[in-house]
């Protein structure tokens, strides 16, 4: 009986989801547990992507939970480009409707919670568009796809990319992402610990807000 309940919430309503990769990183790190708010923009069947109602939808810069459209396994991933954008990428610097991002320093207190291999061998950055700023970083010994597009997003199409920009698998790869698979939004960090170290907990992380 209880199942019958909480099954149907945590499909429609909220959830907590655990993030075993550090796609998102330097924002969320392996071991975080995220609170992902699927009421956020809509309301949907449970256990489908079927709208009941709709009242709102991702923006440019929301962490989201969504359904890969290559093999549906569940991804939580930045929007950067929404329906109708023109999104270009050179050498990773982000390109949205012809206007470049800004980049500047990260913050050293962003980082305290980064391992120490990451810090030393990874570069970091604070990436603004519009209004909405937040932390990025990349190797740059890794092969990746730091150039991509122009692409120009349909009337239900969303370009979504990892913080992480040299380990990620997003729109670069899978391509865009249409409105109906994304499931919603993460917006906290409930609880973390230290993976793939001793499985200590962050206290410090704890029902922290992502940005």
């Known amino acids: 009986m209880m199942a019958a309940i909480v099954y149907p919430l945590k499909s429609s309503v909220a959830d907590i989801n655990f993030v075993p990769t550090g796609s998102m990183k330097p924002t969320i790190l392996e071991g975080d547990l995220i609170l992902v708010n699927k009421l956020a923009y809509d309301l949907k069947f449970p256990f489908t992507t079927s709208h009941l109602a709709q009242w709102g939808d991702p923006s440019r810069g929301d962490v ?72 990025v970083m990349a190797y740059p010994f890794l092969e990746a796809r730091r150039s991509f597009g122009p692409v120009t997003l349909g009337s239900d199409e969303y370009f979504v990319m990892g913080d992480n920009r040299d380990n990620s698998k997003d729109s670069r790869y899978f391509g865009v992402v249409q409105r109906r698979l994304i499931v919603g939004k993460a917006t906290d960090v409930v609880a973390s610990v230290d993976k793939p170290g001793r499985w200590l907990p962050r206290f410090d992380r704890f029902f922290s807000v992502l940005r």
Do not use: W
């Open 64 to 135: 989201v939970v969504l359904f890969s459209p290559e093999d549906s396994m569940r991804l939580v991933k930045r929007v950067v480009a929404l329906p109708h954008d023109t999104l270009e990428l050179r050498k990773n610097v982000l390109f949205i409707n012809g206007e470049r991002a800004a980049y500047q320093p990260l913050a050293g207190e962003a980082l305290a919670d980064v391992a120490d291999s990451d810090r030393k061998y990874a570069r970091f950055a604070t990436e603004t568009i519009g209004h909405r700023s937040h932390a």
